[in-house]
C-alpha cells in the first residue's frame, strides 16, 4: 500500500541515497531508482529498508527491499538480493532518508487548510456542532456526528455511523463504521519519537497513521499517537476509557477492554480479548497474548504469554502477586 | 426524587416487562404498573429493583420495591411483597428494563441542542468568554463565571459564586455554590459500563448525574463520569487537583484533598477528610474511610478502615510500607 | 526582578504589616516600608521573607531580608540585620501578606480581556488558526505558529519559530524560542496549593511563572502549574510526552526526556540529563541529580544522587530491583 496520507517525493537514485549518508559505493555499473522506505516485512523491490537490531534476523533474511541500511556487524545476515548501505547510527540514517521521502511528516503544526464545515459538502450530510473544522484530504461517511470545537484535521477518514464528541482533534487517521470517539481527545498526532541530542533534539518522521477499527470506543482525553514507519491500531470492538495515553506503533487487538489513565509504551503489541485494568503501564517493544488479564496499577515490563492473569509492579502470575502481598 | 434530568418512558405493566425478558408469570389475577427502576435502597412500592449478589442480601430483605429481577439462588431473600423476575443475566436484563425506563441515557453524543450564551438569558446573568454554549435545561446561579469555549450542555444546575474555566465540557450535572472548576474537564460523560460482546459490546443506560457540592474545586484536564444507577458526588469543600479521573458511582465525602492524577474506579466510596497522594489509583467497589491518609503512587485494592495511614502497591499501613522498603 | 506579572500594590509599613499579623512590636523609633514579599534566597534589603522549617537554616542565616515571618523556635537562627515576626503558623501568615502585596495572584478565573488575534497586530506575523484568543500583556515573536481555538491568556510572553497547538491554554508563562507546545494543553494556571481548612480551604496565592526555555517540547494534553513563590522551569531542550503534569515551583533542568502520564509533584527539583519513564511519578519537595534515569512506572519518593539509575516503588537502585524482583 502506498502511504495515504504522505506524499512520497521519491523515487531517489541509490547512488543519491548514498551520497546522503556519506557512503562510497561504485555505482559506475548499477544504479536504481529507489521508489520507498519501508520496514523489513513489507519492503519490495526497489524499496530501501532498515536493520538495526540481531531481534529482526529473521526478517532481515527474508527481505525483499533492494537496498538496506545496517551496521557492519549485521550486514551479512541480508540476502544477496539485498545490498547493505554500512553506517554508524542505523536509527539516524532512517531519519535522514525517510525525511527526504515524506517531509511532510516531521512537523505536527496546526492544519491551516482546516475550514468550517458549514463550507463543505458535509454540511448536508453530517450532523455536527458549533466550530467544527475539517482540514483537506478528509472523508465522512453517512450518519455521523462531530461535536463542538472538534477539528478534523487534514488526512482523516471517518467510516458510517460514528459519533465524535466535542473538541477533540484528529488527524491523520483511518476510523471504521460505528466509533465513538469522546470529548477532549487528541487522535493521529506524532509520537515522542526522536534522536537525543544536546541543545536540539532531532525529531524523525511519523508517517504512520492511527487505525481505528469498527466498533470502537475510546474515552474522553485519551491520546493516541500514530506510527512513525507503521500504524498505530485499536482493534474491533475494542474499548478505551478515559485519559489513557497509546504511543505510537501500539498494535491492540479485538474486543480487548482497557481502564481508565492506562498507559502503553511505542510499538507494544497487545492481544485479542486483553482486559487491563486502571493506571496499569505497559512497557515498550513487548508482547502481551490472547485473553491476557492486566490487574489495575501494574507495571508490565516483559512479554506475557495468551490466557495469562499477571498483577504487580513489575507485573507476576496474579497467584504470585496475592501470595506474595498476603 | 424522579430522575431530574431523563425522560422516564413508563409506567409499564408488570406484564409486558416480564414478556420483554422472556418470563412467564400468571398475570391473569393481577397486573400492576411498574413506575420506575431504582436500586434496592431506594426503591418504593411500584418500583421494580434488581439484586444480582449476596453482598446485598440485607437491602434485599429490605426493599419495598413491588418486582425484583434477580436470579433463581437469591430470590427466597426478598420479602414476599416483593415479586422475582428470575433471569439468567441479571444485570443485562436491568440494562434492557432501565432503556426502556429511560431510552436517552444510553448514549452520549454531543449536546446539538447547545447554542450560544448570548442568545439566552444569561448573557446578562453570567461573565463569560467567547463561543460559551449552553444547551437545554440548564440554570446557572448568580455571579457565576464561563470561560471561553466551555460548552454546558443540557441538563445541568450551576449553583451561585461559580467560575468554570475554558474548554471544559459539562453535562447531567448538580453543581452547587461557590464551586471552581478549571480548564480542560470532562464532567457528566456517561462512566465505562457496558456488557462485553463479542464483535459489539453493549453500553447500558447512565441515569445518575454527577453531583458537586458546595465550595470544591475541580483541576484541569480532570473527568468525572455520572452514575449508572446511582449519582458520582464530590462532597462539600472537597478539592481535586488536575488529571484525575473519578468513574461512575463514585461518592466523595467532604473535606478531602486529591493530588494530580490519582484514578477512582467505578462505586467506590470515599470518606471525608481524606487525603490521596499524586497518582494513587483506587479499585472500584471498595470503601475508604474517613480520615484516611492514601501515599502517593499507591494502589488500594481493598477497603480501609477510618483514621489508617497506607501506602505501597497493594496499599498497606505506611509503617509497614516503610519498614519493608528500608 | 520584579514580578513580570502580577501588580505590586505595596510598599507597606512594617508596622502595618505587624498589625496585619496582630504581633506587637515597638515601631516608635523605626519603621520602614517594605517593598516585596520574596524567598530566602531572593530576598534583598527593604523586603519581607518567611522561614518555616529547619530545612532552610543555611539559607535563613544568609538571608538579606529586613524582615522575616518565622516561628519562635527558628527565629534565632536569622542574622541581626533580619527582625523576626513571630506567628503561630508561618505559611499561612505568609499567604496573608502575598495576599496584600498580589491581591490579583489568588484566583484564576477565565481572562476575560482575551480577544481575537484578528483584531490584535499579531494578525500580520503570527500564523494562526480559527478562534484564537489572546489577552492583555502577550508578546509573540516571530515565526510563531498558534492551532485553533488556542488562548493565550494575559501575561505570555512567546519567543520566535514557536508552534503552539490547539485547543490549549496559557497564560503567566515566558516561553523561548523554538519551543513546541502541542494540543490541549493547560500551562501557567496555579498550583494545587492552599491550606485546608474545614468547610471551606484558603488558597494562596501563587505569583510565580511557567518558564519554558528554548527548543523545549511539551506534549498533548499536559499540565505545567506556575509557581507560588519562585517559578516552575522547564529547561533548554527538554522533551516532555503526552499528559504529563509538572506541579508548581518544579524545575527540570536541560536535555531531559520525560515520557508519557509522568507527574512530578511541587517544588522538587530535576537536573540536566535526566530520563524519567512513562507513568512514573515523583514526590514533592526532592531532589533529582543530573544523569539520573527512573524506570517506568517508579514511584520517587525521597532524592535521587546525580548518575544513578533507579526503577520501583519505592524507587530503588535498578540493579536492586532487578535482583529483588527476579
Request: net charge positive; with cysteine.
Amino acid at each position: 500500500m502506498s502511504n495515504p496520507f504522505f506524499k512520497n517525493h521519491g523515487p531517489f537514485l541509490a547512488s543519491d541515497i548514498s551520497k546522503f549518508l556519506n557512503i562510497k559505493i561504485d555505482y559506475s555499473k548499477k544504479d536504481i531508482e529507489l521508489n520507498d522506505i519501508k520496514d523489513l516485512y513489507s519492503s519490495k523491490n526497489s524499496n530501501i529498508t532498515f536493520f538495526h537490531s540481531k531481534k529482526y534476523k529473521e526478517a532481515a533474511k527474508n527481505t525483499k527491499a533492494s537496498y538496506c541500511i545496517t551496521t557492519e556487524s549485521l550486514k551479512n545476515e541480508l540476502p544477496t538480493s539485498c545490498i547493505p548501505l554500512v553506517v554508524e547510527n542505523v536509527l539516524v540514517s532512517v531519519s535522514k532518508i525517510t525525511s527526504a521521502f515524506y517531509p511532510d511528516a516531521i512537523n505536527d503544526d496546526f492544519d491551516d487548510s482546516a475550514n468550517y464545515i458549514d463550507d463543505t459538502d458535509y454540511k448536508d450530510t453530517v450532523v455536527f456542532g458549533k466550530h467544527v473544522l475539517i482540514g483537506k484530504n478528509v472523508l465522512i461517511g453517512t450518519n455521523c456526528k462531530i461535536g463542538h470545537n472538534t477539528i478534523i484535521e487534514k488526512n482523516v477518514s471517518i467510516g458510517n455511523n460514528c459519533s465524535i464528541g466535542s473538541n477533540t482533534l484528529i488527524r491523520n487517521s483511518l476510523i471504521s463504521n460505528n466509533v465513538k470517539i469522546l470529548d477532549n481527545c487528541v487522535i493521529g498526532k506524532h509520537g515522542f519519537g526522536f534522536f537525543p541530542n544536546n541543545k536540539k533534539n532531532l525529531r524523525y518522521p511519523h508517517i504512520g497513521a492511527v487505525i481505528i477499527e469498527e466498533n470502537c470506543e475510546i474515552g474522553c482525553g485519551s491520546t493516541i499517537d500514530r506510527g512513525s514507519m507503521s500504524n498505530t491500531v485499536i482493534g474491533k470492538n475494542t474499548y478505551l476509557d478515559n485519559q489513557i495515553h497509546i504511543a505510537h506503533n501500539v498494535k491492540i487487538g479485538e474486543n480487548s477492554i482497557i481502564a481508565g489513565q492506562v498507559g502503553i509504551a511505542g510499538s507494544s503489541i497487545i492481544g485479542s480479548n486483553v482486559r487491563i485494568g486502571g493506571q496499569a503501564g505497559i512497557s515498550g517493544h513487548i508482547k502481551i497474548g490472547n485473553n491476557v488479564e492486566i490487574g489495575g496499577g501494574s507495571g508490565v515490563i516483559k512479554s506475557i504469554p495468551d490466557n495469562t492473569k499477571v498483577m504487580g509492579y513489575p507485573a507476576k502470575k496474579i497467584r504470585d502477586f496475592l501470595r506474595d502481598n498476603k
